[in-house]
């Protein structure tokens, strides 16, 4: 298993230019383990049966609010959007969504912790019932500063959904409502989420194994 080989591991040490490339890299480079290798945390299936109680629940505590609008699901491009994709459709109570982007410098290893919106979102929200959905609650940077971006807009109630949670990187205090998984401090991919853009469309979750950033 390449996730304990050390020595593997020291060979996959991936410079800070690859690792954020400004543009998708035209070949995925040989740094890049095939997701086949790596140690599924979360299979598909495990990942669907979760998502499918975190509708219901949803879809439970919605369900006799009277606002008459679709509640809204705001993603958090582009780690959520498969997520963001299978929630929505596991909520059976009426629901719309809109996309914002960040980005971020450095997260975690900057002590600012500064978060930088690159896309807003396109309608309003005032008023409405909204739910912030996220791929993974880290180090909490970056969805503090959406909670706080979200609701100086003045929406009926605002809520966090997460795929993961990962408690012991949290730098500032924050929750999520709905929780797909606690997972301890390892780098994760698939389902959305990526390492330098790639492994996104792996369907189950997989542990990277040089666990590059933390
Ligand atoms: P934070 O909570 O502001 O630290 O940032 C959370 C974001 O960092 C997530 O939305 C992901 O984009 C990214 N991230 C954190 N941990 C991982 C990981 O294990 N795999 C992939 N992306 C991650
Ligand atoms: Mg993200």
Do not use: W
Not at 34 to 51: K, T
Not at 106 to 120: M, P
Request: hydrophobic share 45%; glycine share 6%; with cysteine.
């Amino acid at each position: 298993m390449l996730r304990s080989n050390a020595a593997q591991a020291k060979a996959l040490a991936i410079p800070m230019t690859l690792r954020y490339p400004s543009s998708m890299p035209t070949a995925v480079p040989a740094v890049f383990p095939p997701a086949s290798e790596m140690e599924v945390l979360f299979s598909a299936d495990q990942i669907a049966a979760r998502v499918a109680a975190l509708g219901q629940q949803i879809t439970t505590e919605y369900g006799g609010l009277k606002s008459g609008l679709p509640i809204v699901l705001i993603g958090v491009l582009k780690g959520a959007a498969i997520f963001l994709a299978d929630l929505a459709r596991a909520i059976s109570i009426d629901n719309t969504f809109d996309f914002v982007s960040v980005s971020s410098y450095g997260r975690a290893r900057v002590s600012s912790g500064a978060v930088k919106l690159i896309k807003d979102i396109d309608n309003p929200i005032e008023g409405r019932h909204v739910i912030l959905v996220e791929d993974i609650l880290d180090t909490g940077l970056t969805l503090s500063y959406l909670r706080g971006l979200m609701l100086q807009h003045k929406p009926a109630s605002l809520k966090i959904a997460t795929c993961l949670d990962k408690p012991s990187r949290r730098l500032v205090p924050i929750e999520a409502d709905y929780v797909g998984f606690q997972i301890p401090n390892e780098f994760v991919i698939g389902y959305g989420m990526d390492f330098a853009e790639i492994y996104r469309n792996v369907p189950d979750i997989r542990i990277f194994p040089n666990n590059p950033t933390h």
